[in-house]
């Protein structure tokens, strides 16, 4: 599976950004994304099934942020509404095979800044 993440950018407190990860080769199960703010370990921020479309979330995104896929371009997004400071960091978007299993596959993640 390979997977090429976009949509990064330096935006200011409050604004919106989507993120979107294309996927290639082998159909994943899951899709998720995570954040690795800097200096600090990645983090999980959301995942989503790719063919129920079920998702789950790390509490800190709740009401903020929104992972959907287009499996017809095999692409995941990430809407991400009112951000804040903390958002800063590297976002990577994942895949992996088996319901249970890692998250194997990385993008090389998209860089967003927000400025306060």
């Known amino acids: 599976v390979q997977l090429q993440a976009s949509g990064g950018g330096l935006v200011q407190s409050g604004d919106s950004l989507r993120l979107s990860c294309v996927t290639s080769g082998e159909t994943p199960i899951d899709m998720a994304w995570f954040h690795q703010a800097p200096g600090k370990e990645r983090q999980f921020v959301a995942v989503i099934r790719r063919t129920t479309g079920d998702t789950n979330y790390v509490d800190s995104a709740k009401g903020r942020f929104t992972i959907s896929r287009d499996n017809a371009k095999n692409t995941v997004y990430l809407q991400m509404n009112d951000l804040k400071a903390e958002d800063t960091g590297v976002y990577f978007c994942?895949?992996?095979?088996?319901?249970?299993?890692?998250?194997?596959?990385w993008g090389r993640g998209t860089l967003v800044t927000v400025s306060s």
């Open positions: 994942a895949a992996r095979l088996t319901e249970f299993g890692n998250f194997d596959y």
